[in-house]
């Protein structure tokens, strides 16, 4: 079996209107951070999962990712799914993705994060499923889509679009925050747009090319 793994729910939101497969356990976690190593670990346990797919949303941090892309990160990736995807997957992006403690909520701190750690593009969650997959053995692919790019500020704090002790968004605490800030709704708007635009782009390649390629594979 496949397990499809998400850390929210908004990320799975468009995936999980056209899941439907008697081969894959889809699963939405609703952790952040390095609490997903744990739910992983209980979900691989639990199931007899052959294979990870690893998908959400990352931040880009190169200028040329655009909100929609969707990429494959080579380096939380096993070796062996990487040629036929680079082959085949027309709709994907070979990328160097780096995990950070927190979200970068402006474009200097995207750049440092750019300049430390080369990579393209960055998430939360990647690093801490990959060391729990290599513990268990089992291959693991991890795609994402860009939810915001390298050259937009945050409109929002992180820590109020997603609550760090719940790993859920908190509306009340959104709605007192907009209502104190009235100037950062149009970016608020702006924001969910791009985030239903990835999603949308994140389950179309996932369910189109992503997992008919890895049912191949693993057959």
């Given at each position: ?143 994402r ?25 908190n ?40 997992l008919p ?7």
């Amino acid at each position: 079996m496949i397990g499809v793994v998400f850390a929210l729910g908004f990320e799975a939101k468009n995936f999980k209107k056209t899941f439907c497969h008697s081969k894959l356990k889809y699963c939405i976690l609703n952790v952040t951070g390095m609490r997903i190593a744990e739910e992983v670990n209980f979900l691989l346990r639990k199931n007899n999962i052959q294979c990870i797919v690893l998908m959400g949303f990352t931040g880009g941090l190169d200028d040329s990712l655009c909100v929609g892309d969707v990429v494959l990160a080579r380096n939380y990736t096993s070796a062996h799914f990487l040629p036929s995807f680079e082959a085949r997957a027309a709709n994907l992006k070979m990328v160097h993705l780096v995990t950070v403690d927190h979200v970068l909520e402006t474009c200097a701190a995207k750049e440092h994060c750019r300049q430390e750690s080369g990579a393209d593009c960055c998430d939360m969650e990647s690093a801490h499923v990959w060391r729990v997959a290599q513990n268990l053995s089992i291959p693991m692919i991890t795609v994402r889509s860009i939810s915001d790019a390298k050259n937009s500020d945050m409109p929002i704090p992180g820590d109020i679009l997603v609550d760090p002790r719940s790993s859920r968004p908190n509306t009340l605490r959104l709605i007192g925050y907009l209502l104190r800030h009235p100037e950062r709704v149009p970016g608020f708007i702006r924001m969910v747009q791009q985030a239903s635009h990835a999603a949308k782009r994140l389950a179309v390649v996932g369910q189109q090319e992503i997992l008919p390629h890895i049912e191949i594979i693993m057959a």
